[in-house]
């Protein structure tokens, strides 16, 4: 029988991060070799947040982290990454099988009337949700404030119909309950609607809510479901959750909403690189 893993078990990791090779869901779309020396940068800094399968509930403590761009034997370049990562996390987090990475290309921007308004951010997968339809959720939410909408893409092996809609603490604590009847949950409702369905992608779709706070911090909010209603009622208790996790002393907190029990689970902190 064997131990559980301490806070002092490191365990050595290595993988390939991504390829410039073509992404059959993405209709072919390629990471040009520009795009990887990126991603080595960001990883090099120290700074990106490390998580289990794109997933905020998942956070993953890496350190020593070294990334560099390589050659592959079919000519193709690919990010290796070479880490130590926190054993806890990596037995909390299960089999990881690789890792991954997300990137985004703009789409489009949509004033609405309150121009000068801080602008509200719009992702979603290219796989799961239509331009059309990402464009439509977009100029839905409009009516509160300019939107930039983005296409998201994820190089992973677990397929999400995922999208993110980034907020400011502003807009939700002045929206408050009324958040579930505003033009962004139309928005929302739209998205989880429209979604493209394949065995793929699962049934539910992954609403990721990030709200940044005034002093650089930020909250994450996680909803997973195939249910409009169900999103709806976690948009209604969504500010005041934001405003209690606001109090917590870390830098990212991660909230959850429970559907069985219809509330927000408060929460965890987002994974980070640990000091080399």
């Known amino acids: 029988m064997t131990s559980a893993a301490s806070e002092d078990d490191w365990t050595v990791f290595a993988a390939l991060v991504a390829t410039t090779h073509p992404v059959s869901k993405y209709g072919g779309f390629q990471l040009s070799e ?9 990883l090099s800094s ?8 794109h997933d905020w509930s998942k956070p993953v403590r890496t350190r020593n982290v ?10 193709e370049k690919a990010v290796r990454l070479e880490c130590e990562v926190q054993s806890q996390d990596l037995d909390a987090v299960g089999e990881i099988g690789g890792m991954s990475f997300t990137t985004f290309a703009p789409l489009g921007r949509v004033e609405g009337p309150h121009v000068g308004q801080p602008d509200l951010r719009l992702s979603a997968d290219a796989a799961a949700f ?17 939107v930039e909408a983005r296409l ?45 369905h394949s065995p793929e992608l699962g049934a539910k779709t992954r609403i990721e809510m990030v709200t940044p706070l005034s002093d650089g911090r930020e909250v994450i909010g996680l909803i997973d479901t195939d249910d409009p209603e169900t999103a709806r ?3 209604q208790t969504y ?9 917590a002393n870390e830098p990212r907190v991660v909230i959850q909403w429970q559907a069985e029990h219809q509330e927000w689970d408060n929460g965890s902190s987002g994974g980070t690189q640990e000091p080399s």
């Open 46 to 53: 120290g700074k990106l947040p490390m998580l289990g399968h």
């Open 66 to 75: 070294l990334a560099s761009v390589v050659t592959l034997e079919d000519g």
């Open 233 to 235: 009622l976690a948009l």
């Open 34 to 42: 520009e795009n990887l020396e990126q991603m080595v940068a960001a």
């Open 239 to 247: 500010a005041r959750s934001v405003e209690i996790a606001a109090g």
């Open 130 to 146: 239509s331009e059309a339809d990402i464009a439509r959720a977009s100029e839905l939410m409009a009516e509160i404030a300019p």
């Open 152 to 196: 998201l893409f994820q190089f992973n092996a677990l397929e999400t119909a995922r999208f993110v809609l980034e907020l400011g603490y502003n807009v939700v604590q002045t929206l408050g309950p009324n958040l579930a009847a505003s033009a962004i949950w139309d928005g929302v409702r739209h998205l989880i609607i429209h979604r493209r």
